[in-house]
Every structure is written in C-alpha cells, then in structure tokens.
T-cell receptor, first 111, second 112 residues
Framework: GDSVTQMEGPVTLSEEAFLTINCTYT??????LFWYVQYPGEGLQLLLK?????DKGSNKGFEATYRKETTSFHLEKGSVQVSDSAVYFC??????????FGDGTTLTVKP | SQTIHQWPATLVQPVGSPLSLECTVE??????LYWYRQAAGRGLQLLFY??????ISSEVPQNLSASRPQDRQFILSSKKLLLSDSGFYLC???????????FGPGTRLLVL
C-alpha cells in the first residue's frame, strides 16, 4: 500500500535559520502531495500542495517540489520564525482519493 | 466559504462510558467526510469515511462507530470507552475524491 516517510523530529532551529524537512513516499500511479501544519491544540491546516511531477507548491515562505524521480516532496523555508513552531505532516492522496499521512515532524524555532 | 466544526473541543471520560463526538460542515453539499485519530506524537490514523448519508466505511476494526444522519453531519460514537481510545480526533471533509482535504479543529479525548 501507499506510505509516507518523514524526517524524524523534533527539529530545533534558531530564528532565521534555513529549514528542510524531508519527505519521501511510495505509491502506485500519480498521487497528489501535500504538506499540512498543525499548531498546538489545533487541527491540521493545508500549507501547500502539488498535483503533478515537477510542480512546486508554495505558501507563507514555505516551498516543496514534487520530485517523481526521487519520490520526494521535501519542505523548505529560507528563514524560519518563532511563529513557524508547529508539527508538519507530509501526505499523499492517490487516484482513488485515499489519503496517507506521515507521522509528523515537530519544529521548534527559538528566538 | 466552507467551514467545519467539531465539538466538544476537550473531553475527559471514564473508562466504560459512552462517547459522542460531532462534526458538521457548512457551505458545501454532499461532502466526503472523514474521522481520524491522532495518538500522542504519532501521525493520523483513518477511522471512518463517508461518501453520503448513511454510507459509512470503516478502516480499522475497533469499539468505535460512525454515523451520518444528515448530509453535513458526521458523528463518532462508542458504547464503552477504553483507555486506548484517548487521543486527538480530527474530522475532515473534501468536496470530491480529487480535491484537497480540510480539517476541523479537533477534539482532545482523555479516557481515565
């Protein structure tokens, strides 16, 4: 079946540092890929998405590129802020509409 | 615009007690609805999904059940809670199988 593997956390960075959270997937066909963010005590919010190979999703300074050749969708941000502290989930949706989520990566940004 | 509501936000229940969590969606018709559970420090586990009124599919056998009495209402229930039912329960919806999934604010359940 489909699976999503995320870089294990927790990740702790200083403000303005560069962020990378790795995500790789296994799936048949051509899934859509997503990054969700979960702030403390809240539900998941869609951060960005990409629906086909080589697409780049971007939002709030975060970016991720759909790499079919490496089956990856790594999340990056050039300069993190304290307010970016949250849990980040990588997810895929297959052609049948079934979603699979990674285990989440906790990011803490210190001032 | 579409919104999704869940309540209660937090719930503390004794072992063996019943459970009813409610999720409603506004601003859309015939959504696909989902219940997930997120255990502490873990990812999301799909529990149930529904593509229409009265249509429920279960992903994981357990002592929980789900019902969809109205188009935009999705209820998660249990007759007798177990300690292992503790977790963060998230309701989600999407307008079609090809669309993005959107999540509610979640219900934190603690079974003691």
């Amino acid at each position: 079946g489909d699976s999503v593997t995320q870089m294990e956390g927790p990740v702790t960075l200083s403000e303005e540092a560069f962020l990378t959270i790795n995500c790789t997937y296994t799936a048949t066909g051509y899934p859509s890929l997503f990054w969700y963010v979960q702030y403390p005590g809240e539900g998941l919010q869609l951060l960005l998405k990409a629906t086909k190979a080589d697409d780049k999703g971007s939002n709030k300074g975060f970016e991720a590129t759909y790499r079919k050749e490496t089956t990856s969708f790594h999340l990056e941000k050039g300069s993190v802020q304290v307010s970016d502290s949250a849990v980040y989930f990588c997810a895929l949706k297959d052609n049948a509409g079934k979603s699979t989520f990674g285990d989440g990566t906790t990011l803490t940004v210190k001032p | 615009s579409q919104t999704i509501h869940q309540w209660p936000a937090t719930l503390v229940q004794p072992v063996g007690s019943p459970l009813s969590l409610e999720c409603t969606v506004e601003g859309t018709s015939n959504p696909n609805l989902y219940w997930y559970r997120q255990a502490a420090g873990r990812g999301l586990q799909l529990l149930f999904y529904s593509v229409g009124i009265g249509q429920i599919s279960s992903e994981v056998p357990q002592n929980l059940s789900a019902s969809r009495p109205q188009d935009r209402q999705f209820i998660l229930s249990s007759k007798k809670l177990l300690l292992s039912d503790s977790g963060f329960y998230l309701c989600a919806w999407r307008s079609g199988l090809r669309e993005t999934q959107y999540f509610g604010p979640g219900t934190r359940l603690l079974v003691l």
